[in-house]
Structures are given as structure tokens and as C-alpha cells.
């Protein structure tokens, strides 16, 4: 019979030795282990009464026995919504929930002013600083959006974060920190999407300038090299389509899965699509119709979804017929 040798060590064998570990709800830790410490258990008595497992196996986890020691040990801070009654010393937290205005601006404005007038420390965390920005600058209150609050803001300041918080919260009476729930009654959903490393070196070996390539929504363009541009002050590189009547597109690079070359039946070289019609999508209408013979393999098209925004940039060339 094998011998199976079980592993002791937990991720807080690899912690720096001054590092702080923080507990929220140590109470509701311990029970979410317990409970999957019995779940567990019950799983595994199934499986040695069907002799699916070995009776050596020894628990991939640590019970609740086994943690508690070791969080002990290192340095920590509990966080509990009421004392335990343990004997352990605590500090009081003055928090409390942060008042909802559910969309009603003008009424949050004037509340926002008087916080202010009477030197109340404000901090909004929105997806909308910008226009949050300049409705407050309606009102006499300026305030440029940050990416990041390095210091503590001075008392009777305000302090627009462009960002993403779950709920705010008012501490110490005097420390106001709103989110988009409690400013508009609602907030945006991060999107959780798996980002796609890009594949540089497509661009150099795949594609090179003057070959033509096929965008799987803008059809046929010549790709005309790569540009950096900036957009809202960060620096990017796109891809450089050109289409027929001038008209170009610039692709972000880690969109490049959306482009690929153009494999033509003949020698001869492809028309160039018109963007802002619907040629391309008819052309691709026309290869699905059963009446119509393929091209064999006229043009590739991957097909896989992009998460990048924005998808593409449209140059500033284009006419006003030319949008569509």
C-alpha cells in the first residue's frame, strides 16, 4: 500500500514575519470551515465505504483546529461587527452607513455644500467623476477627478476618485465616503472577463505593411503599419487599417485576434471594403447562402470575442455619408 505523506505547510508559512493579517469576522471563519470540514467528512466516508479512496488519504485543507493556532501567531487584526466577549482588547470603529440619495443630484449637491461649509471631510468614488466633476462645478465646487488618494484630505475638502467601491460610509461623524450606490441608487458591475496576453509578435511575423488583412467586422484593408496614440492620457498602440476612399481604422493591438491576413483565391489583389456600409456584411451574407459556392478560403476570420474597449477608432477622415 502506498504511503501518502501529507503536506503541513499553509500560505502563512510564505508571510514576511511583520506582516499585519487582517480577520473579518473571525466568528464567520471558523464557521465556514467547520462547515466545510463536515461536508468534507460526509464526501469522504461515501467514497471509503465504496473503496473509491484510500483509507491513508490525508485532508487536502486545514480544520479549524489546525488554523486557529497558527493565526494566532502571527500578528493580526480582527474585525467583528460586535465584541466577541473573548477578554480580547478592542477598539470601537465609529462607522456608520453613508446616507442614500438614489439619483436625487440636486438634493446631494446642497448636501455635499454644507458638509463642506461646516469643514466635513468628503470623498466620492465614482465611475462618473467626470461628470460628477462638472455638475459640481455648476455649484461652486471644484473638484478634478484622481486616480488615487496618496494623503489624507484636509478637513472641509473634497475629493473625487474615479474608481469602483461596493458601499460608503460616514466615520467619526465627520469623514463622508460616497460611492455611485449611494449617489445614483445604483452601481456599475465590474465585468469579470479574462484578459488575453496579445501576441506581439504576430504583428512583425504574421502581418507585415502592404499585405492585405481582413477585420472580422470591417472586411478588406490594407494594414498600413502600427501609430501610438493617446487616449484619456494613456499612450496605446494601434494597428493602422486602410480602407477604400481613404478612410482608416485603427485597431488597438490587443485586438489584433480580430485581424487577420487575407488569403485570396488568385493572384490578384482584393477590393478594398468601404466602411460605413453595409458592403462587407452582405459579402459575408452572400459566402453563408447555400446558392453561393465558397471562396475556398478566400479570407480567415477569427472569431473570437475581444474584451478590450474601445473596439476601434475610426479616422477623422471619414464624410459625413461615409458614417452611416
Given at each position: 500500500?502506498?504511503?501518502v505523506?501529507?503536506n ?35 464526501l469522504?466516508?461515501d467514497?471509503l465505504?465504496q ?12 480544520t479549524?483546529?489546525?488554523?486557529e ?5 502571527q500578528r493580526?487584526?480582527a474585525l ?6 473573548r ?5 470601537r470603529?465609529n462607522f456608520a ?8 443630484l ?5 448636501k455635499?455644500?454644507?458638509?463642506l461649509d461646516q469643514?466635513h471631510?468628503l ?6 467623476a467626470?461628470?460628477?466633476s462638472e ?12 486616480t488615487?488618494?496618496k ?7 473634497l ?5 469602483l467601491?461596493a458601499?460608503?460610509?460616514v ?9 455611485d450606490?449611494e449617489?445614483?441608487?445604483?452601481m456599475k458591475?465590474?465585468r469579470?472577463?479574462?484578459?488575453r ?5 504576430k ?12 477585420h472580422v467586422e470591417?472586411?478588406?484593408?490594407r494594414?498600413a503599419g502600427?501609430?501610438t496614440?493617446?487616449s ?5 498602440e ?8 481613404g ?8 485586438q ?6 487575407y ?5 490578384r ?5 468601404r466602411?460605413?456600409?453595409?458592403e462587407?456584411?452582405r459579402s ?5 447562402s447555400?446558392?453561393?459556392p465558397p471562396?475556398?478560403?478566400s ?6 470575442q475581444f474584451?478590450?474597449?474601445?473596439r476601434?477608432?475610426?479616422?477623422s477622415?471619414?464624410s459625413?455619408?461615409a458614417?452611416?
Open positions: 500500500m502506498p504511503v505523506i501529507p503541513k505547510g499553509s500560505i502563512l508559512d510564505y508571510l514576511p514575519k511583520q506582516a499585519l493579517l487582517i480577520l473579518d469576522e473571525p466568528v464567520s471563519i471558523q464557521e465556514a470551515v467547520e462547515s466545510l470540514d463536515t461536508e468534507a467528512n460526509e469522504l466516508n467514497k465505504e473503496g473509491e479512496l484510500p483509507c491513508n488519504l490525508p485532508k487536502p485543507y486545514f479549524w483546529g489546525e488554523l493556532p497558527e493565526l494566532n501567531r493580526h487584526l467583528t461587527s460586535w465584541h466577541t466577549g477578554g480580547e482588547s478592542g477598539q470603529l452607513p453613508a446616507s442614500n440619495y438614489a439619483g436625487r440636486p438634493v446631494f449637491i446642497k455635499t455644500k454644507q458638509l469643514k471631510r470623498i466620492l468614488v465614482s465611475h462618473q467626470s461628470r460628477l455638475l459640481l462645478a455648476e455649484e461652486d465646487v471644484i473638484a478634478s477627478p484622481v488615487e488618494v494623503q489624507l484630505p484636509k478637513p472641509g475638502s475629493t473625487l476618485v474615479q474608481g467601491l458601499q460608503g460610509w466615520m467619526n461623524g465627520n469623514t463622508h465616503l460616497f460611492t450606490d449617489i445614483f441608487g445604483f458591475q465590474r469579470l472577463v479574462k484578459k496576453p496579445v501576441l506581439r509578435h504583428l512583425f511575423v504574421d502581418i507585415i505593411p502592404g499585405d492585405y488583412v481582413v470591417y472586411g478588406i484593408a494594414f502600427v501609430t496614440m493617446s484619456n492620457r494613456v499612450e496605446r494601434y494597428l493602422v487599417l486602410q480602407y477604400a476612399a478612410d482608416r481604422l485603427y485597431v488597438p493591438t490587443d489584433i485576434d480580430r485581424v487577420s491576413r488569403v485570396g483565391a488568385s493572384d489583389p482584393p477590393a478594398l471594403s466602411l460605413g456600409t453595409q462587407w456584411t459575408k451574407q452572400r459566402q453563408k447555400p446558392s453561393v471562396l475556398k478560403q479570407w480567415t476570420i477569427n472569431r473570437w474584451w478590450c474597449r474601445p476601434c477608432w475610426r479616422s477622415t471619414f459625413p455619408s458614417r452611416g
